[in-house]
């Protein structure tokens, strides 16, 4: 039997991101551009992880309530650029009224625009590779150990950045974490959506027009149709009637109640996002084997229901469901900060905000059919501090995205994708000056981390 192999690549990058998802991506340019060598590791062969490999679309919100832009920096150059390339229509109203904007875009376009980016930015991607082990040492970590058809590759870096989703390269290297929420352990549900082209889109306008009673308004139904009579995409939540009756017919299964769909940013092509799969672990990969044929399986009788009832869907063509299932909740790591609910709602000021944001909490219940929200203020946007994105040891790692310190209802609202973005950018920068200075993450002064987030373009609060 051949002895197992690990290649040691010789030197160390400055900072090495796991995770080549929008927060991973991000976190990646933003060190780059500060002039950090730097390492992106994907375990797909593109970017943009929920937005691309999970289906995931449109972005929201880049807005608060009230309609103010609070994330900006890289993630709104990235729709900057995109728009150039008529690859998205930009920030538009939200018509389901959940949220004030929501963002279009084209997933293809979308994983070309982040590696240019990052190749402006000098950072080299390694892509079909995943984290196999972690070499931890005087409370650091020395090396991670990834795994791809090269077999298993060594890597060693002065600061890691852990942007996998679940927190993988965190509790590999020893960080406590919550998973889902603290007194059940249960995590809202996965869905994996679907996405349909050859949409009459006009057809479905004019459904939900001459019958709003069968759509859901979270504001009104009068701001509604009013935002749904002059966007330039739709966002709907409906087809009620049809579903229940499909759903007491024995015709789906699918534990949600009402159907979800977004307009893309190319004509007739649409994004369902309504299949719910209940009861899974996502770090579990028997579990999320089975979750992604379950996912599938749904997938299939949402398609034929839209065909079959939806107006606008009749002549609809299945394009694909996505890559992987999406994921909304896993590890939550524990941090030098947990952020709250009441953090999100009080719109709770901190001395080392990093991020803002203005997305409600929005808990997709565990083991239900239904959805829940809790608003947050409408006159200021809630803030997301750096101790959030650091853990006591290792020293050296800096968590972004979705799994950061948070409790399951705080990270029920920062795990969109404009928020992980401006949460990624904020974590490069600080990963980049620590490597630099050769000092501990925590002990970067949060003076310098603003200035270069500022120079970077980011929505911080006022100090």
Not at 144 to 150: E, R, S
Not at 303 to 309: A, E, S, T, V
Not at 412 to 432: H, K, L, S
């Amino acid at each position: 039997m051949n002895p197992l192999v690990i290649h040691e690549t010789p030197g160390l990058y400055d900072v090495i991101v796991l995770g080549g998802g929008v927060s991973g991506s991000v976190a990646a340019i933003a060190a780059g551009r500060i002039g950090a060598r730097v390492l992106l590791v994907e375990e797909h062969g593109f970017l943009g992880g929920s937005l691309t490999a999970m289906g995931v679309g449109p972005m929201m919100s880049f807005h608060d309530a009230a309609g103010s832009q609070v994330v900006r920096g890289i993630a709104d150059e990235l729709i900057e650029r995109l728009k150039k390339r008529g690859a998205s229509p930009g920030h538009i109203p939200d018509t389901t009224t959940y949220c004030s904007t929501v963002t279009p875009f084209d997933s293809e376009e979308l994983k070309i625009e982040f590696e240019t980016m990052l190749q402006e930015a000098n950072v080299e991607v390694l892509f079909h590779t995943q984290l196999a082990g972690v070499k931890t040492a005087n409370g650091q970590i020395e090396r991670v150990i990834v795994c791809n058809k090269a077999g298993l590759t060594s890597l060693g870096a002065r600061v890691f950045v852990d942007a996998t989703g679940d927190g993988d390269l965190a509790a590999r290297a020893g960080v406590r974490f919550q998973f889902g929420r603290a007194h059940d352990a249960a995590a809202q549900p996965m869905t994996m959506n679907l996405k349909l082209a050859n949409v009459d889109t006009a057809a479905v306008r004019a459904f939900a027009l001459e019958h709003p009673e069968d759509f859901l308004w979270h504001q009104s139904r009068e701001e509604g149709m009013r935002r749904l009579r002059t966007a330039q995409r739709f966002s709907l939540a409906g087809f009620c009637g049809a579903w229940r009756a499909a759903r007491e017919r024995g015709e789906v299964d699918v534990p949600r109640d009402h159907v979800l769909f977004f307009e893309t940013a190319v004509p007739g092509v649409v994004i369902v996002n309504t299949s719910r799969v209940i009861g899974y672990d996502a770090t579990d990969p028997m579990q999320l084997s089975r979750a992604e044929m379950a996912g599938r399986r749904q997938c299939t009788q949402i398609f034929r229901f839209l065909r079959q009832h939806a107006p606008g869907f009749s002549a609809a063509v299945r394009m694909d469901t996505a890559a992987k299932i999406g994921v909304r909740e896993t590890r939550h790591i524990e941090g030098l900060y947990q952020l709250t609910a009441e953090d999100l709602i009080t719109a709770r000021p901190f001395d080392d905000a990093i991020a803002l944001g203005g997305y409600p909490i929005d808990i997709h219940a565990p083991g239900g059919d239904s959805t829940s929200t809790l608003a947050v203020k409408t006159d200021a946007p809630y803030q997301v501090p750096l101790r959030s994105l650091l853990v006591a040891e290792p020293r050296n790692l800096v968590v972004v995205g979705r799994c950061i310190s948070a409790t399951h209802e705080a990270a029920a609202a920062i795990r969109v994708t404009p928020i992980a973005m401006a949460i990624g950018q904020a974590g490069g920068v600080t990963a980049a000056l620590a490597a630099q200075r050769d000092s501990a993450l925590e002990d970067v002064p949060f003076a310098l981390v603003r200035e270069h987030l500022l120079a970077q373009g980011a929505c911080l609060p006022e100090i």
